[in-house]
């Protein structure tokens, strides 16, 4: 599935600039390329920078990548129910709550790089298991109306999203 293939019907507008903020790409390309990118750019974060934050009240760079992790696994669920077609809506998640609660500025950069590898291999088996027609099955998550394959594509453009952001603001 490419990028251009979903329609504003499939996702919350919330997340479009997730998804534009891609281009045009391929779902199964850009979840296995970014597998292999993503733990170098980790990798590539100074030590004493993990802990930091660039203003009051602001997330630190652990507790950022936790929380890429942690959305990854919420919508890779949401997918799921949503290909095995479970018509149950689906509550939201609040990040605000998760974060705190995720212990990240007590991980070390290496089990964050270790999680996300296994996380991300767990994305990409689950949407090598779907057939193309599976990719526009839909359900209700945030009371809103999603595709399984905009959410593979969420779950990659909100990685790239807070990359941005971390190399903008903390690096």
Not at 71 to 92: C, H, I, M, N, W
Not at 131 to 149: D, F, I
């Amino acid at each position: 599935m490419k990028t251009s293939q979903l329609t504003s019907s499939d996702y919350n507008p919330y997340y479009k600039a997730y998804i534009e903020a891609l281009g045009e790409v391929d779902l199964m390309k850009t979840l296995k390329k970014q597998v292999e990118n993503y733990p170098q750019f980790l990798g590539s974060i100074p030590e004493d920078k993990l802990n930091y934050s660039y203003a009051e009240g602001k997330w630190t760079v652990a507790e950022v990548l936790v929380h890429v992790l942690d959305s990854e696994r919420v919508f890779q669920y949401r997918a799921l129910r949503f290909a095995r077609k479970d018509e149950t809506p689906l509550p939201g998640f609040d990040q605000d709550l998760y974060v705190p609660a995720s212990g990240a500025n007590h991980r070390s950069i290496e089990s964050i790089i270790e999680e996300y590898k296994a996380i991300r291999r767990s994305t990409i088996a689950l949407y090598e298991s779907f057939e193309e027609g599976v990719l526009k099955r839909r359900g209700v998550a945030s009371n809103s109306t999603m595709s399984v394959g905009a959410l593979g594509f969420i779950i990659c453009g909100h990685q790239k999203h807070h990359r941005n952001i971390i190399r903008e603001r903390y690096l």
